[in-house]
Nanobody, 115 residues
Framework: QVQLVESGGGLVQAGGSLRLSCAVS????????MGWYRQAPGAQRELVAG???????NYADSVKGRFTISRDNTKNTVYLQMNSLKPEDTAVYYC?????????WGQGTQVTVSS
């Protein structure tokens, strides 16, 4: 079992920044990769950024150059630094962990970017 708890969402003006955190607990050694997803109203959940256990990262084209995913193994936390935020970044952001036989999700944190 893996538990994920997100924090750091909120309301920010366009052009601003936020940093999301995902605290990880449980069977951490079983995790292959972690990621941040988002889901806007009426839209499907989409991958924003991912990081493997080896440290490789990948990003959605829409956030490349603006968002950075990172992790602090000493704190068992994964971060998503979001800069130059746009109104279209408004969504609920979810932390995700992939293990051998499935995946886990956090409860989500709301990010709202005003124009």
């Amino acid at each position: 079992q893996v538990q994920l708890v997100e924090s750091g969402g909120g309301l920010v003006q366009a052009g601003g920044s936020l940093r999301l955190s995902c605290a990880v607990s449980g069977s951490i050694s079983s995790i292959y990769a972690m990621g941040w997803y988002r889901q806007a109203p009426g839209a499907q959940r989409e991958l924003v950024a991912g990081i493997t256990s080896g440290g490789s990262t990948n990003y959605a084209d829409s956030v490349k150059g603006r968002f950075t995913i990172s992790r602090d193994n000493t704190k068992n936390t994964v971060y998503l630094q979001m800069n130059s935020l746009k109104p279209e970044d408004t969504a609920v952001y979810y932390c995700n962990a992939v293990v051998r036989f499935g995946q886990y999700w956090g409860q989500g944190t709301q990010v709202t970017v005003s124009s």
